[in-house]
């Protein structure tokens, strides 16, 4: 490449060369220079927003730097990439993860000093990149960083919402969703107007005959363009910095049409603009629930489609044979959403390179893996036939074609299990008919994995159980989830992790977290415990003071601080936890003042969104809120309980969050939570967790130890038993959660009847979610939990313990795992300088 530009202008280039900042008075420098240029602004009028501004662009400009480096090595050394379709990505702020990353926090909180700005105020002012829901979208996030970090030639693919998850406010108790306007200043995109593809949709699908060859055309009916913005993603103590690409949909052919425009029709000329820009303009805010609206499909094809067109033309200019298309790339599908990304490579292969139908399916199937999140019925995407062939005829098309030939190996090998084909089949014969995404996914895939070893063992038992059987158990593995300890605990908890660092010989545990284990010779040392038990108090009090600030309650930080945020979802049973807290209220109230005097103070904490169309998710945030308003005024009460719901739960809330806690809540029905990543985070920052054999909190037992957690509930293999016995059974209620219905239909609460579905979920439709099977045993762990917070020093040895032992949890684990299992790639190794 170099090759072909003439000397001359090589070393001109070389000569001019960008030398990025690497002490303080350079960065002061850069920030200068982006305040009175970029920024038009001066020391007159910089505030807060200003330097904010100044200080990412001037990381801008280093990562960008680093980045050119990055593409410019892995193009030259042309080994295998992989390519992570997520349709979430819930990043959260990028400055202060950049500043670590690249190790210049301290210049810049120097510089800045001097430049009169404090940088936790600085760094405040960025607002969340929110392109995501909860688990699965902050997962992307946290694998993103571990690539780069690990060196991997890796690429992210996704969509640039306009509008990412809803903005929650609480009015008088209840949900509201203000839009997420997070577009309005973004120094961390770069918009690459050069590098566009246009889309196709609708339309119809002709023979033609090409050099005797009869072949399909898809003749457009609709072409909206792809604009790629690209979002540098620093690794840890690494120059690699890789590429997060989001795709931006407008009008194809510029602003708007000015063939219309000129001919008079002004009106329908900015509608084709605006209709093509809906498609990328918002998140569907849904977790664990898919809706099946067509605009989703939109943006799934849109997406996929343009990704696809990106990494075959990086594959094409390689010039290798299309055989060899597996060995250079890798393309793993984060859940159903990205699935027609199987569809259209063989739709490419096959239409549009003339490859042999039988050849492109080979290089499709060993090209995609797929991660499954959810075994819940209701998350499982299926579309209508009907809408794919409206809106993609074509791939329709293949779909059946697909499908027909997987229904004939199928039948060759099942000859005698006739019910096998309907039971397997990628087109469902319901009314109307329907595309099953999971079992596309699974046949256009060469590895299928769930995200814990109980929920991999359960898709393989349940959902996918005939294709276990059809494939074997090898298309099937476990990749249990992980969390960059870079983000959840150097930048979440900087005290912490540099206490940690002064046991463990330096920062090395942030890229190797097996070495947390050299704490455990340290859990005795006094004067170590001390300063642990400091850092969480004074985290605490951090937390104490968001939490005055935000609703006016004053909490001790002294109390228990009990912890649980996350989606809310009946399946992560909020009702549970708020049901147990109104027991725990009930028990103080019963007491004598001298019986109350001897109990343990506690402030029960929750936060998270419901998905706006979730009427029990949001009656639920309702009841926590009515809770509060009683137990938080009460003088008979006082410190000893305290109910707060956090507003707008969010990545950077999150941040502060997990490090105050004491005892995080963890409590999804067994069987449902496949497997979760805040349980990770909160045991990181050494707190304890109370929780079910469920997901992930079955391997942090594992870790850490069954004396360091609080496990409690019915087990996942006796879930099924016990809900039929609800329905054909008779179904009694436990008697002390009877007693806390009976309280709220008292009125205790506020009106009765605003809660009186979410108690007739467990009283009369079977309680689905098993809320009363493991209210005395949740009641009787909440006890235990008391106790052993009574005793500090226990406490704190017990915290150490379970740090000392999370090292499996990083993600850095998990994609050496993908890398080495799923998609056959290998970092490459930099030079540092
Ligand atoms: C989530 C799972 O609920 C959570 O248990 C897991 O930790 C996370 O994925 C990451 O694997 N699933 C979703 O967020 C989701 O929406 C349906 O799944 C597509």
């Not at 990149?129 to 993103?144: E, I, P, S, T």
């Not at 033609?208 to 913005?229: L, M, P």
């Not at 449902?672 to 391997?699: P, Q, R, Y």
Request: hydrophobic content about 40%; charged content about 25%; overall charge negative.
């Amino acid at each position: 490449v170099e090759a072909s530009i003439p000397e001359p202008q090589r070393e001109a280039w070389k000569r001019n060369q960008i030398t990025s900042f690497t002490d303080k008075d350079g960065f002061e420098k850069e920030v200068v220079r982006h305040v009175e240029t970029t920024l038009a602004r001066s020391m007159f009028n910089c505030d807060e927003i200003a330097a904010y501004s100044a200080t990412s662009l001037a990381f801008r400009d280093r990562l960008i730097t680093h980045w050119n480096r990055t593409q410019q090595r892995q193009t030259y050394r042309d080994t295998k990439r992989v390519y992570y379709l997520s349709l979430e990505f819930l990043m959260g702020r990028a400055l202060d993860n950049a500043m670590l990353n690249v190790g210049l926090k301290n210049v810049a909180q120097d510089g800045l000093a001097e430049l009169g700005f404090r940088i936790e105020d600085v760094v405040k002012q960025e607002h969340d990149a929110a392109l995501g829901n909860g688990g699965l979208g902050r997962l992307a996030a946290c694998f993103l960083d571990s690539l780069a970090t690990l060196n991997f030639p890796a690429w992210g693919y996704g969509l640039r919402y306009r509008y990412g998850i809803f903005k929650q406010e609480i009015i008088d108790g209840y949900q509201v969703e203000v839009p997420d306007y997070w577009l309005d200043f973004n120094p961390w995109e770069f918009p690459r107007h050069d590098v566009t593809v246009d889309i196709q949709f609708f339309g119809q699908v002709n023979k033609k005959t090409v050099g005797g060859k009869t072949i399909s055309v898809w003749e457009a009916g609709e072409i909206v363009q792809a604009v790629a913005y690209d979002v540098p993603i620093p690794g840890y103590d690494t120059p690699t910095t890789n590429n997060l690409r989001l795709w931006s949909s407008k009008a194809s052919g510029g602003e708007f049409d000015f063939q219309k425009f000129n001919s008079g029709d002004y009106e329908s000329s900015v509608a084709d603009q605006q209709r093509a820009e809906t498609i990328s303009a918002v998140l569907y805010p849904n977790d664990n629930l898919e809706r099946g609206k067509e605009l989703r499909l939109k943006q799934q094809y849109f997406w996929v489609a343009a990704s696809l067109y990106d990494i075959v033309r990086r594959f094409k200019k390689s010039r290798r044979s299309w055989n060899e298309f597996p060995d250079q790339v890798a393309i793993q599908l984060n859940d159903t959403h990205p699935t027609l990304a199987i569809v259209e490579l063989q739709r490419i292969l096959v239409d549009v390179e003339g490859l042999e139908w039988d050849n492109a399916w080979e290089i499709v199937t060993s090209t995609f893996g797929y991660t499954n999140h959810t075994v819940l019925p209701e998350a499982l995407e299926k579309w209508p036939v009907g809408l794919v062939q409206h809106l993609l005829p074509r791939h329709l098309q293949i779909i059946y074609d697909i499908n027909l030939f997987f229904l004939q190996s199928v039948e060759k090998a099942f000859p005698d299990d006739r019910d096998m084909l309907r039971r397997v089949s990628i087109i469902e014969e319901s009314q109307p008919k329907m595309v099953r995404m999971a079992f596309l996914a699974i046949v256009g895939s060469h590895k299928v994995n769930g995200v814990a070893e109980l929920h991999s063992d359960l898709i393989k038992t349940t959902i996918f159980k005939d294709f276990v059987e059809i494939y074997g158990p090898d298309k099937f593995t476990n990749v249990t989830n992980g969390i960059t300890p870079r983000r959840w605990l150097h930048q979440a908890n900087p005290r912490l992790s540099e206490l940690i660092a002064s046991k463990c010989g330096g920062n090395d545990f942030l890229k190797d977290l097996t070495i947390l284990n050299q704490l455990e010779k340290h859990v005795e040392d006094k004067q170590f415990r001390k300063e642990w038990a400091e850092i969480k108090y004074a985290n605490k009090v951090r937390l104490a003071k968001h939490i005055k600030d935000t609703t006016g309650v004053v909490v001790n930080p002294a109390s228990l601080f009990d912890v649980q945020v996350k989606r809310i979802h009946e399946y992560k049973r909020q009702q549970l936890n708020i049901f147990g807290v109104i027991h725990r209220y009930l028990s103080l109230k019963a007491m004598t003042p001298d019986q109350r005097k001897k109990q343990l103070p506690r402030v029960s904490i929750f936060g998270g969104k419901a998905a706006p169309g979730y009427w029990m998710a949001k009656q639920i945030i309702h009841l926590i809120n009515s809770v509060g308003a009683v137990v938080n005024k009460d003088e008979d009460i006082g410190d000893l309980l305290k109910v707060i719901f956090l507003e707008d739960y969010n990545v950077s809330k999150a941040e502060m969050i997990c490090p105050a806690s004491d005892i995080s809540e963890h409590i999804s029905t067994a069987g449902t939570e496949a497997s979760g990543t805040s349980n990770m985070k909160f045991v990181l920052n050494g707190g304890l967790i109370i929780g079910t054999c469920d997901g992930a909190n079955i391997e942090i037992t594992r870790e850490i130890g069954e004396s360091n957690i609080f496990l409690f509930g019915n087990l996942s293999e006796d879930v099924e038993d016990l809900r039929h016995a609800h329905t054909y059974g008779s179904h009694t209620i436990d008697s002390d959660l009877d007693k806390v219905f009976n309280e709220i239909e008292k009125g205790t609460f506020g009106t009765p009847h605003d809660f009186s579905a979410m108690i007739a979920a467990v009283r009369q439709h079977g309680d689905y979610y098993l809320v009363s099977d493991d209210f005395h045993s949740y009641i009787e762990t909440h006890q235990l939990v008391d106790e052993a917070y009574r005793n500090q020093d226990e406490w704190i040895a017990k915290c150490i313990t379970s740090v000392s032992r999370m090292g499996f949890f990083t993600s850095d684990r998990c994609i050496n795992e993908y890398a080495e299992e799923i998609w056959n790639v290998e970092p490459l190794v930099v030079d540092r300088h």
